[in-house]
């Protein structure tokens, strides 16, 4: 016995009821994620899921493609898959209901697993996802009936209905509206849902930061590149890069933030966050750069830190002998080993809670996060910190290195020119050109940019905040017509130049000299 054929026209309809169940599984799921932990909505935890199975090659080419939009780039695919499985549940259901539920059912399960098994996930982190799918299943249910009215076979399987059935498809149209509204009214609900509460916005907006006891130098004058177009050389808040592996950003109470150092040491420490402002703090100039800045890149940003010297927390712990790195654990589990050497001798590395002259935005890590002068953020910047295991490089991993990155991240000793722009045209004569190199905690001491094959040059250095920060530079260019390639490189404190070998990210970081072709106007 076949089931009865559908009207043309009906299985379009059926596509759609997929898709509007689906749609309110979401909502619902997110109102339902808003009080229960918003990480734990399906479409984010199968999306934090995704990114932690990603391998390091395609994160890389993510962020090639997309750059800092990369989260957006991962929603709006998980979106589409999601629309064209919804559509075919919606198809399924109308030849079998059952096997239409099977399907939400399914999907639905793929949430609760993902929501589950997140480091962070609390007890109930599988009741958005069953509660979505709870309302997914009746409005898929409530729709596909209303376009298969005919009588199911009967028992004794003799169907009861040869033609094309006649959908009731004025039914149908208002109960989609019912289900459209409900999937938009639930999902705004969520959203407004998630901020009221959430406490770490509103905690954010009433923390008074203490006054450092050691504060930052000024920036010295002419610091800032003469340039014009070339970064900011203290990167405002809001354009400072942001890397992470979390979809949503996550929510840390200040008043329960605490940090447990242990592992290898003699006894065990426990800091609350008024113990942490409590202590003298110490503000001071660090570019974060990242291991997956390709080449010219832009992921890379300077701030004004406050925070307190790791190296005091651990004094407290008392590290053991044999002990030679730090796992640092943040709230959503991302982990990163830091040497143990790098946060015990005299550099500021710091558990940061100011970035220029606020309390750090919630991306950025609020309430506490890593800041570890010379080493790329994949081993030293954890964002949301809440934990510190001094261990040894022989026994524990972290999040990158299990995908095949360095257990180590040095920064690398990189350049690049900010103006004039790839690809720009600039009448012949004077032309400015300017950008920014950086080695932390060696410093740069030169920078040389080279016209086509021609010499290297020396150019103007702007003057150096400290060993731990980029450097900006300028130059006066005499640029005669026609297209040239500009190349520049850095030498640092230690008399290094700057490699010219081309290597990618992965493992350690990329390495080569940034070049532009520019166009030069008779
Ligand atoms: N909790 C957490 N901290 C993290 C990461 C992360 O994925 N999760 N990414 C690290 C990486 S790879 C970099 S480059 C820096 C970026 O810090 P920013 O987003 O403040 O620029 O954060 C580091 N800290
Ligand atoms: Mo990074």
């Known amino acids: ?76 695919g998980m979106v589409l898959v999601l629309t064209v499985l919804a559509a075919g549940a919606g198809v399924i259901a109308l030849r079998n209901h059952t096997l239409g539920t099977v399907g939400v059912v399914l999907l639905g399960t793929v949430g609760a697993v993902s929501a589950a098994s997140r480091a962070d996930a609390g007890q109930l982190a599988v009741v958005p996802s069953l509660a979505g799918t709870a309302a997914g299943v009746v409005a898929l249910r409530a729709l596909v009936d209303r376009l298969d009215p005919a009588p199911r076979p009967a028992r004794d399987g003799a169907p009861d209905v040869t033609g ?40 954010r907006e009433l923390l008074r930061l203490p006054a450092p006891a050691r504060p930052a130098a000024a920036v010295p004058a002419g610091a800032q590149s003469p340039a014009v177009g070339v970064v900011d050389v203290v990167t405002p808040n809001d354009d400072f890069y942001r890397i992470d ?39 001071t100039y660090v570019t974060l750069a990242c291991v997956s800045n390709p080449v010219g890149g832009d992921l890379v940003g300077n701030a004004r830190w406050l925070g ?21 654990t943040s ?76 257990a180590e991240g040095p920064i690398k000793t990189s350049s690049r020119i900010e103006v004039p722009r790839h690809r720009a045209s600039v009448p012949a004569g004077a032309v400015t050109v300017g950008g920014t190199a950086w080695a932390q905690h060696t410093g740069i001491t030169g920078v040389e940019v080279q016209v086509d094959e021609g010499e290297w040059q020396p150019v103007a250095l702007a003057a150096e905040i400290s060993v731990d920060t980029w450097r900006q530079w300028s130059w006066s260019w005499d640029a005669e017509p026609g297209s040239h390639t500009l190349r520049v490189r850095a030498t640092d404190a230690t008399g ?27």
Do not use: C
């Open 1 to 76: 016995m076949s089931p009865p054929r559908s009207a043309p026209g009906t299985r379009r309809l059926a596509a759609l009821a997929g898709v509007l169940a689906a749609g309110v599984t979401l909502g619902v799921s997110s109102l339902a994620a808003a009080v229960v932990q918003p990480a734990s909505a399906p479409l984010v935890a199968v999306g934090d899921a995704f990114i932690d199975v990603t391998p390091g090659w395609l994160k890389d080419a993510a962020i090639a493609v997309f750059d800092v939009h990369d989260k957006t780039a991962l929603v709006v």
């Open 164 to 203: 094309p059935t006649a959908p009731d498809r004025r039914s149908f149209l208002n109960a989609a509206m019912v289900v459209t509204a409900l999937a938009a009214l639930s999902a705004a609900a969520g959203s407004v849902g998630a901020r009221v509460t959430q406490a770490a916005g509103a905690a």
């Open 245 to 283: 592996t979390a979809l949503v950003v996550p929510q840390v109470d200040p008043s329960t933030w605490t940090l447990r150092v242990h592992g290898l040491v003699e006894r065990e420490v426990t800091m609350t966050f008024a113990e942490l402002l409590a202590a003298d703090l110490v503000e």
């Open 308 to 328: 307190l010297p790791i190296r005091e927390v651990l004094a407290r712990a008392v590290p053991l002998p044999g002990a030679d790195m730090v796992l640092s």
């Open 331 to 406: 709230v959503d589990g991302f982990t990163a080993s830091t040497p143990l050497a790098a946060l015990t001798d005299d550099r500021d590395a710091l558990l940061a809670v100011g970035m220029n002259g606020e309390p750090l935005p919630l991306a950025h890590g609020f309430p506490v996060r890593m800041v570890v002068p010379g080493l790329y953020g994949y081993v030293s910047a954890t964002k949301w910190v809440t934990d510190l295991e001094v261990t040894r490089f022989a026994d524990q991993e972290a999040y990158w290195t299990v995908r095949g990155w360095s």
């Open 496 to 522: 290094e130049a700057q490699t010219g070998d081309r290597q990618s990210m992965i493992p350690d970081g990329a390495t080569g000299w940034h070049e532009v072709t520019v166009q030069v106007s008779a």
